[in-house]
């Protein structure tokens, strides 16, 4: 059978093992299904996920002309200390801005390759740490808006990492830590004005398992511009990445924007 369509990133569903699906415009794969199967993965061109048009993309899915524009691709994003909607400021669009910045946001710690730092909205639970491949995540606090996450995070990133290493996680080389330990030693570093959002106890801690028949023990990424076509066995599902047999790993995430035809075998 042959997909085609433009890449974007994988839709998850939290579930044991994490149910993976790849979304085309008029057709999905659940991935999950295709362990142990032959994938073929070709090239087609590229296709803005912002504009449309047939421009080659740049980074997060855009091209250059979007990523440079768009409120989705603003400096805030990564940063989000950078956030400013509180303050009824503008970066590209306050009426955008004020939707995304101003709701409630969660710092956390995720196990992925060591203890990380991080934050997502609190829509994005558990959605945000099945894309990194964490294996566990707790929350620190729930704040009201993104800068708040945001100067926790920057607080924090003197004690914990703040990116994943994903050679490390695709290879299952992952640290015994106690993850709760780790969380609540941490509050007297939060900021002042993030202090009263501290519970002694978080709700929750979240434990994730992946669809992985085996982990690869060295890794190499598939970049569809160098390769358009490869040909693999897939064994995994982690993070955002598939995994093959031979050790070959693909970012989906990476190539949003994409157009690529599946062939299975």
């Known amino acids: 059978m042959t997909y085609e369509g433009v890449l974007t990133k994988m839709e998850t569903e939290f579930a044991d093992p994490i149910q993976y699906y790849l979304v085309f415009e008029n057709s999905f794969l659940n991935l999950n299904q295709l362990l142990n199967k032959e994938l073929e993965i070709t090239f087609q061109g590229y296709q803005c996920l912002n504009c ?4 080659k993309i740049f980074r997060q899915g855009f091209c250059y002309d979007c990523f440079m524009s768009s409120a989705a691709a603003g400096d805030w994003i990564m940063r989000p200390e950078l956030s400013t909607a509180h303050l009824d400021i503008e970066d590209r669009d306050l009426e955008y801005e004020k939707k995304v910045q101003l ?3 969660i710092v956390y710690l995720a196990l992925s390759s060591e203890v990380k730092v991080g934050v997502t909205r609190k829509t994005q639970v558990p ?3 099945i894309d990194q ?3 566990q995540a707790v929350p620190i606090v729930e704040v009201p808006n993104r800068y708040l996450a945001g ?3 920057v607080a924090l990133k003197n004690h914990f990492a703040d990116k994943t290493n994903w050679q490390k996680m695709l290879k299952n080389e992952i640290p015994n830590v106690d993850l709760l330990s780790e969380r609540n030693r941490l509050q007297n570093l939060l900021p002042e004005e993030v202090q009263p959002y501290f519970a002694a106890n978080p709700d929750k801690t979240y434990d994730l398992h992946y669809p992985v028949l085996q982990y690869p023990k060295k890794v190499s990424s598939l970049n ?3 390769t358009p076509n490869f040909n693999g066995r897939l064994t995994g599902v ?5 995994i093959f047999e031979d050790g070959t790993v693909f970012n989906v995430r990476t190539f949003e924007g994409y157009v690529v035809k599946i062939n299975l075998s």
Do not use: C, N, S
């Open 127 to 129: 959605t945000r740490w």
């Open 103 to 105: 709701q409630p946001h």
């Open 238 to 242: 982690k993070g955002q990445y598939l």
């Open 224 to 226: 569809l511009d160098k």
């Open 133 to 135: 491949g964490a294996i």
């Open 52 to 55: 449309g048009k047939k421009k």
């Open 151 to 153: 100067i926790t995070e």
